[in-house]
């Protein structure tokens, strides 16, 4: 076994579990499992069940992340694990975000992707970046991992769905260097249909700004969020107008097997809406 006890917890009555990581507080009866598929109440206690788990790892360039104005033309190296406390329908990574966990899967201590990172210094790589699922879920391993390759003189680099609470970012947010954190939609009610909250994301761009480089990207779905782009431009520039926002090109996943793409054309008419607010604006996805 991998797991261990998890941090932001507190005990309930009858030994029921808290989870304090994200928004949902998922209060848990022993042998149930959270939202996000991964934090569960074991014998009293939340436990990261897939800690040190991986499902994915890949050498990649840091614009895969998005991240276009940090260290560019340099390599990181990508680890996925398990689990999401959202449900996006339309997911473009959703065979690895929504894959479930298992026991058999990869093992990959702290101490073993750190000496990978360093061993990948020769090929470009300048450290280890959490992303593929929703990282901050697995917050023991993405937090013991951080301050080994920061020890180790690499950066830091976290791809995020920005729904965390603010003690455990706080917590996290020394040992970061670069966040690509997605900024959805810019409605409450538009969050709601996907099992997260609009204050919380924004909070956490805003938090994350003062603190480390960050770059957004909102996924352009036709007839969906395409209002909001003006809205969110306008605000991500109250933050900082230097902050770069990537305008992503939707394609049929998921549960959006069947929708069309975003139209080319609707992107760059986007992208043009947004430059008259944000100094960095890019088309992505196409």
Known sequence: MNDREAL?????????????????ACVLQDGF?????????????LTALSYARVSALALDPIEKKPLYRFRPGTTILSVGGFGCNMHCPFCQNHTISRAPFTEDARTLPPETLTK???????????????????????FEYIYDCARLIRRAGL?????????????????????????????????????????????????????????????????????????????????????????????????????????????????IKLQRLAERHL???YAGNM
């Open 8 to 24: 932001f917890a507190r005990a309930a009555p009858g030994g029921d579990a808290v989870c304090l990581l994200c928004p949902h």
């Open 33 to 45: 499992t959270g939202l996000c598929g991964v934090r569960g109440n074991r014998g009293g206690r």
């Open 155 to 267: 950066f830091n680099v976290m791809v995020t769905n920005g729904l965390i609470n603010r003690e455990p970012l706080e917590t996290l947010l020394p040992f970061m260097d670069a966040m690509n954190i997605d900024l959805k939609g810019f409605t409450d009610a538009f969050y709601h249909g996907l099992g997260g909250r609009l204050d919380t994301v924004k909070d956490t761009i805003a938090l994350a700004a003062a603190r480390c480089h960050v770059e957004v990207t909102t996924l352009v779905l036709p007839g969906e969020n395409e209002a909001h782009i003006g809205a969110i431009a306008e605000w991500l520039a109250s933050v900082d107008e230097h902050i770069p926002l990537h305008l992503s090109r939707f394609f049929p996943r998921y549960r959006y097997i069947d929708r069309l793409p975003t139209a080319r054309e609707s992107i």
């Open 116 to 138: 990978m990172a360093c061993q990948a210094v020769p090929q470009g790589n300048i450290g280890a970046a959490y992303t593929y699922n929703e990282p901050s879920v697995n």
């Open 279 to 281: 100094k960095y604006v």
